[in-house]
């Protein structure tokens, strides 16, 4: 059964830093293109970052371009997203997102969805 689980989110204040994680399981992690996507309230659901099966091409949206950066390590199936700089406007829960295909921003063409992480910057 393919699990993915984010951890890591939590109130951080504006300026500061926060690294989420996302555990994989139950698929071959390495044949997946990661991505993590967010929600704020009233809003829809936005591409934040994803990268390629074995971690050498990233895509970024231009509102966390140069603040965030997404990682993955594949010897521990887990996909990662540093946020710096963070911003109040960076308030959403964060979803991690796996697919097969190198699709990035389409919300449809993911496979698997974790349940999400709260991440609220203060002002």
């Known amino acids: 059964q393919v699990q993915l689980v984010e951890s890591g989110g939590g109130l951080v204040q504006a300026g500061g830093s926060l690294r989420l994680s996302c555990a994989a399981s139950?698929?071959?992690?390495?044949?997946?293109?990661m991505a993590w996507f967010r929600q704020a309230p009233g809003k829809e659901r936005e591409f934040v970052a994803a990268i390629r099966w074995s971690g050498g091409s990233t895509y970024s949206a231009d509102s966390v371009k140069g603040r965030f950066s997404i990682s993955r390590d594949n010897a521990k199936n887990t996909v990662y997203l540093q946020m710096n700089s963070a911003k109040p406007e960076d308030t959403a829960v964060y979803y991690c997102?796996?697919?097969?295909?190198?699709?990035?921003?389409?919300?449809?063409?993911?496979?698997?969805w974790g349940q999400g992480t709260q991440v609220t910057v203060s002002s």
């Open positions: 139950g698929l071959t992690f390495s044949n997946y293109a």
């Open positions: 997102a796996a697919g097969l295909r190198w699709v990035y921003t389409a919300i449809s063409w993911y496979d698997y």
